[in-house]
Structures are given as C-alpha cells and as structure tokens.
C-alpha cells in the first residue's frame, strides 16, 4: 500500500511540473533549451527588434550584453557594408578591409577584437547560466553556446550580410 501511495505522489508531481506554463516574464526551460531560447531573444534585442525577456542573467552574461548592445552602433554598417561578417560559431571577423586605411584596419581590427571578447563571455557566461560551467570546454557546453548563437545571429541577420563557413568559405545570405 505504502508503494502505491508513493507512485500517486509521484504522478500527482509529475503532473503539476508539466502543468507549467512557461510566460514571457517567466522561462521554465532545461540548458540546451534555454540557450537556444537566449539566443534568439538576446539577437532579435540586439538587431534592434522586439524582445521578450531574456531567461537568463548573471554578472557575466550583463557584463557581455551590454558590451554587444553598447558596441553595436559601430558593428553594424560594416556588416551591412561587407567590411566584416559573421563566423559559424558565433564570432566576428573582417572579411574585406582593402579599401581601409592602415588606421581605420587597426580600429577594425581593435573592433572586432572587442566583439569577440565579449562574445566569448557571453558564451561563458551562458554555460554557467544553464548550470555546466565545471569542465564547459572539455564537455562541449561553451562550444555548443557558440554553434547556437552562431546559427542564430546568421539567421536573424539581413539579406546581404556575409557568414564564414567551418572551413573557412564566405557565403552572402
């Protein structure tokens, strides 16, 4: 009898966890699904459209957002230009600068430098975020943040703009 009434407990548990409802202030969410869910919110907020909140925040990933978002203004018409693109796994890099002064290819290269450091917290930062901050580069966590956001900044990026393949091709959405 006692192992019944432990079976209808763990029924009745079950049943009100699936109950959640996930809201937009609110994200009830597993890791791999909470990445995939900042991505798309946090690009869609960087790219300048409407956002619901993002599911996760800690010092890192505040510290990496606002360095993005503050940083963006300048990013923006080189990708849109061509100057630099987007890499696979999440990063970015200058594409074609042959028409830039030694100065503005240091300020570029300084840019990007930047970008990239700050991408690299964030994608850090998430892994903490989403609890496999322990060992996240040997256990492939801070890799599969970079693949995830990569794929997301390439899909919510215009027409136009260039992506750097694995092997290192650059393809014109």
């Known amino acids: 009898m006692r192992r019944g009434a432990v079976l209808v407990a763990a029924f009745v548990a079950l049943a009100g966890l699936a109950a959640c409802e996930t809201t937009p202030d609110i994200v009830f969410t597993y890791g791999a699904q909470g990445v995939e869910i900042q991505a798309q919110r946090l690009v869609s907020e960087v790219y300048g459209a409407p956002s619901d909140p993002l ?58 430098k930047a970008e990239n450091r700050e991408r690299f917290f964030l994608y850090r930062g998430m892994t903490s975020a989403t609890g496999h901050d322990g060992d996240a580069m040997a256990s492939g966590w801070m890799e599969y943040c970079e693949q995830v956001f990569g794929k997301e900044w390439w899909r919510q990026a215009p027409k136009g703009w260039w992506l750097r393949g694995p092997r290192g091709e650059w393809v014109q959405k």
């Open 55 to 112: 599911p996760y925040s800690n010092g890192d990933l505040v510290f990496a957002i606002q360095g993005i978002k503050t940083r963006w203004p300048s990013l923006k018409p080189l990708l849109d230009d061509g100057t630099v693109g987007l890499t696979d796994d999440g990063d970015v890099a200058l594409r074609d600068a042959s028409s830039r002064s030694d100065g503005e290819l240091k300020s570029l290269r300084s840019l990007v």
